[in-house]
């Protein structure tokens, strides 16, 4: 993504056209998903971006802050950072996850290329095996689509946030293949996916959602990432560095090899993603690009 010069100020559009909604996926106290769908009215669209778990904001990841302090204070975080305001927001555990898709009755998606992951255990069928998924037509369960949405280390984060998208797209197709014919089976399938969930949104408002803005199409594949804005660190790199330095200035040959061999014993510490340049507003331009172009 090519930036301005300036981005003192960012000049973040009139939203009162747009409705923004948080959904974010928690594993134990964590929130290892947060996307943000923002519905524009006028252009009749709704634009999907995901937020990193590693992105570090006042010295702390992320996706701790909701563990730490609660869902209003990770809200107001994200809104700070994007320059959006979130108006629901949609929390769901990704055991409940599972209950969710099994509930509407699995999901269909097409995967355009593989998925591969030797460290995910899998096991179907009486047989134990590993993560393995060829480009193709799928119908998943929830495990099976859990699986997709939480797969990372042989791919990234980043890649996982668009397989994200995927299965976000691929819910409201299925809600959509129900048909307005089926009004009260939705009624009963958004009563009993909103009790498996921690939200701001109610049964009520969900139909109204879906009925008014089932039509809008999804765009995807939107995630905040070293490919734009970011830029990628280990936190202590720095310690280490200084410390692999500092044994140049050992004239002593032995007493300079016993030093660069504890210097390499430094951790790096945690991998941390940070906006590009040490400028926070480079997020704010990306979201308002991402969601006028």
Same mark, same amino acid.
């Given at each position: 993504m090519i930036l301005p010069r300036d981005l003192k100020n960012v000049d973040i559009p009139d939203t009162e056209q747009g409705i923004n909604f948080l959904i974010v996926g928690k594993h134990g106290s964590l +929130?290892? +998903?947060?996307?943000?769908?923002?519905v524009d009215l006028v252009n009749q669209r709704v634009t999907l971006i995901s937020i990193p778990r590693d992105l570090e904001v006042n010295n702390r990841k992320l996706n701790a802050v909701y563990s730490l302090f609660g869902i209003e204070e990770l809200k107001r975080q994200l809104t700070k950072l994007t320059g959006y305001r979130i108006d629901k927001y949609i929390l769901i555990d990704m055991y409940a996850f599972i209950d969710v898709i099994d509930i509407i009755g699995g999901v269909d998606l097409t995967l355009d290329k593989a998925v591969?992951?030797?460290s995910y255990k899998v096991f179907e069928e009486g047989k134990w095996s590993t993560l393995y998924y060829k480009p193709g037509n799928y119908h998943l369960n929830g495990r099976?689509?859990?699986?997709?949405?939480?797969?990372?280390?042989y791919s990234s984060d980043f890649e996982r946030a668009k397989r994200q998208h995927l299965i976000l797209d691929a819910l409201k197709q299925k809600a959509l293949s129900m048909g307005?014919?089926?009004?009260?089976k939705i009624v009963k399938i958004a009563q009993t996916v909103l009790s498996h969930t921690e939200t701001d949104i109610t049964p009520q408002d969900a139909l109204t959602y879906f009925f008014r803005y089932k039509d809008f199409p999804v765009r995807k594949n939107?995630?905040?990432s070293t490919e734009n804005v970011l830029t990628s660190k280990h936190k202590n790199e720095g310690a280490k560095q200084a410390a692999l330095a500092s044994c140049t200035n050992i004239v002593e040959e032995s007493g300079k090899n016993k030093c660069l061999i504890e210097a390499k014993k430094i951790d790096d510490g945690a991998y941390i993603l940070l906006p590009s340049g040490g400028n926070w507003n480079v997020i704010k331009y990306y979201f308002k690009t991402t969601f006028s172009q």
């Open positions: +929130t290892d +998903t947060m996307i943000y769908a923002h591969i992951d030797p099976q689509a859990l699986r997709l949405a939480r797969s990372r280390h307005v014919g089926e009004a009260d939107n995630v905040l």
